[in-house]
């Protein structure tokens, strides 16, 4: 079956970038989404389509995906972006939705 | 803005069945296909059903598939989730997820509700 995988955990200090990455065999031709859960709320759509942002998300958020490895970008991090990530994919020969594991990202 | 507020959750025996229920609002609801997803204490999302515009097209995970039932009625704006022979495992807060698209297929989800918390008990 098709498994997404994702650092537990990445730390970042306030105003550097953060990446975090989604990692899955040619995950490259599938089309991937990203959501951030903060603690006690529910997922929020950050980038779809591997490198699209809805609207009212900050341009700080950005997306890519290439060969193995599909990455969120957050560039400029503050302390509102402390959350948890999760990549998400649709995996047709299950037609199953699968998410990865999910990341905690940590603001120092 | 859309809007979706789950409800029906509780707590109950191993064994027992329960019935989720989410009211949409805000959005033409029949438009677009639904989701359940599912979170543990502390764990991760878990995709559980998906269903289409139109019931034509309903999919389950592996783990829920034969116990579950997905189900929407668009004249009354609301999706279900019908929860036969539960267990421990299926501990969790239960999101009702809003597809951007007509059919459950690729596309992301774009409007999650605040979730509805079921417990089963041995």
């Known amino acids: 079956s098709y498994v997404l995988t994702q650092p537990p955990s990445v730390s970042v200090a306030p105003g550097q970038t953060a990446r975090i990455a989604c990692g899955e065999n040619n995950i490259g031709t599938k089309s991937v989404h990203w959501y951030q859960q903060r603690p006690g709320q529910a997922p929020v759509l950050v980038i779809y389509?591997?490198?699209d942002r809805p609207s009212g998300i900050p341009e700080r958020f950005s997306g890519s995906n290439s060969g193995n490895t599909a990455t969120l970008t957050i560039s400029r991090v503050d302390a509102g972006d402390e959350a948890d990530y999760y990549c998400?994919?649709?995996?047709?020969?299950?037609?199953?939705?699968?998410f990865g594991g999910g990341t905690k990202l940590t603001v120092l | 803005e859309a809007q979706l507020v789950e409800s029906g959750g509780g707590l109950v025996q191993t064994g027992w069945s329960l019935r989720l229920s989410c009211a949409a609002s805000?959005?033409?609801?029949?438009?677009?296909?639904m989701h359940w997803v599912r979170q543990a204490p502390g764990k991760g999302l878990e995709w559980v059903s998906g269903?289409?515009?139109?019931?034509?097209?309903?999919r389950y995970a592996d783990s829920v598939r034969g116990r579950f039932i997905i189900s929407r009625d668009n004249a009354k704006n609301s999706l279900y989730l019908q929860m036969n022979f539960l267990s421990g495992e299926d501990t969790a807060l239960y999101y009702c997820?809003?597809?951007?698209?007509?059919?459950?297929?690729?596309?992301?989800?774009?409007?999650w509700g605040q979730g509805t918390l079921v417990t089963v008990s041995s």
């Open positions: 389509f591997d490198s």
């Open positions: 269903i289409s515009w139109n019931s034509g097209s309903i």
């Open positions: 805000g959005f033409t609801f029949n438009d677009y296909a």
């Open positions: 998400q994919v649709w995996d047709s020969s299950s037609d199953h939705v699968i």
């Open positions: 997820a809003k597809d951007t698209n007509s059919l459950e297929m690729a596309s992301p989800f774009d409007s």
